[in-house]
């Protein structure tokens, strides 16, 4: 197995389906344009190739699908319940859930055990300004039909100052409630984030999260696997949440996160730009495939940051978060 001078070796995977999305998150995207036209991005068949050589060659245990939007592409009719098959440890699938309803008889067909869903207000009207599209009740019907067939639920939630501040205590009743877990992600500054005063006026860090919990409820941190994204804690009786610190408490030196992009590059770091084409390597036979790739992995766990996430230009709706 390939690993770096921090120990660090590849063991989840994110692949982004599509760089199209239905939203356009004012964090996430500047305007709502698709970011690649979709004769460049990879068949659902060269995906799940790529997936099946870096499960043998990088040791990838674990596989998120992520987007743009997943559920909005057809590849996902194919990947989804081919990824499944892998017999991987994990497979789960990030979406904004807009399109729950349509594609949940094919995602419980192939066994989907859990998934996260991206819900940043339980307010309609904040709803629609932050993704700039889509309806809130629509994603809530999608989540009750997920949760009632027995599917495990996460809910991510980007706290932004000057817009959902208001929910934090909201969206963790309604999670607390139902048996979900719920995901603060403090902001990054990706994109169109690293310029201008947007990153500064809206990011909320954990301390200060925490602060307005500990108005409602008591909790305790409790612990999490090492190579985990998010801090986690029990409110006791009731439940679980977590906080992924990128800037608080960054988890660069024990991240396992690799990342393909619907287009065929290859990124070890979020933090990092710098990309490898796998799109030759999907060319190769198996032996000659899996000597590339070894090469390209190398050179993508280079690209981790040591210890702090410095934020890129790398627009989260093509990387997939
Ligand atoms: N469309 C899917 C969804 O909404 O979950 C998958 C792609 S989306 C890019 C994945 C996650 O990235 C979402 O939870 C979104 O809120 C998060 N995200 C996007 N931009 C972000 C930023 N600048 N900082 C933190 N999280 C961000």
């Excluded at 959902?164 to 999670?175: E, H, I, S």
């Excluded at 990092?272 to 036979?285: A, I, K, T």
Aim: aromatic share 8%; net charge positive.
């Amino acid at each position: 197995m390939i690993s770096d001078s921090h120990g660090r070796t590849f063991r989840n995977l994110r692949v982004s389906l599509t760089a199209a999305c239905n939203y356009a998150c004012t964090y996430c995207v500047p305007d709502g344009k698709r970011l690649l036209p979709a004769r460049y991005e990879l068949s659902g068949e060269q995906l799940i190739r790529a997936v099946t050589l870096l499960i043998k060659v990088a040791g990838i245990d674990k596989v998120r699908i992520t987007g743009g939007e997943p559920l909005l592409s057809p590849k996902i009719d194919e990947f989804f319940p081919a990824v499944m098959r892998l017999g991987l440890k994990d497979v789960s699938l990030t979406t904004n859930g807009q399109l729950l309803a349509r594609k949940a008889a094919m995602l419980l067909d192939a066994g989907i055990r859990r998934i996260n869903i991206s819900l940043d207000t339980l307010n309609p009207n904040a709803f629609r300004e932050i993704a700039r599209s889509g309806d809130l009740a629509t994603v809530l019907a999608g989540i009750d039909l997920m949760a009632e067939a027995g599917v495990r639920i996460k809910i991510n939630m980007v706290p932004l100052r000057s817009a959902n501040l208001d929910q934090v205590l909201p969206l963790l009743d309604y999670c607390l409630k139902r048996g979900f877990e719920l995901r603060f992600i403090e902001l990054m500054k990706m994109g169109h984030l690293r310029a201008g005063n947007q990153f500064t006026r809206d990011f909320i860090g954990m301390d200060e999260l925490l602060g307005m919990i500990a108005t409602r409820y008591t909790y305790t941190r409790t612990e999490a696997p090492f190579d985990s994204t998010a801090i986690r804690f029990e409110v006791p009786g009731k439940g679980t949440f977590g906080i992924i610190a990128n800037e608080t408490e960054p988890f660069c030196a024990t991240c396992t996160r690799l990342r393909l992009s619907s287009n065929g590059k290859l990124y070890g770091c979020l933090s990092n730009n710098r990309s490898h084409w796998l799109s030759p390597v999907l060319e190769l036979l198996d032996a000659e495939a899996e000597a590339a790739l070894a090469q390209i992995l190398g050179q993508a766990l280079g690209d981790k940051q040591p210890v702090r996430f410095q934020g890129e230009w790398t627009v989260m709706k093509f990387i997939g978060g």
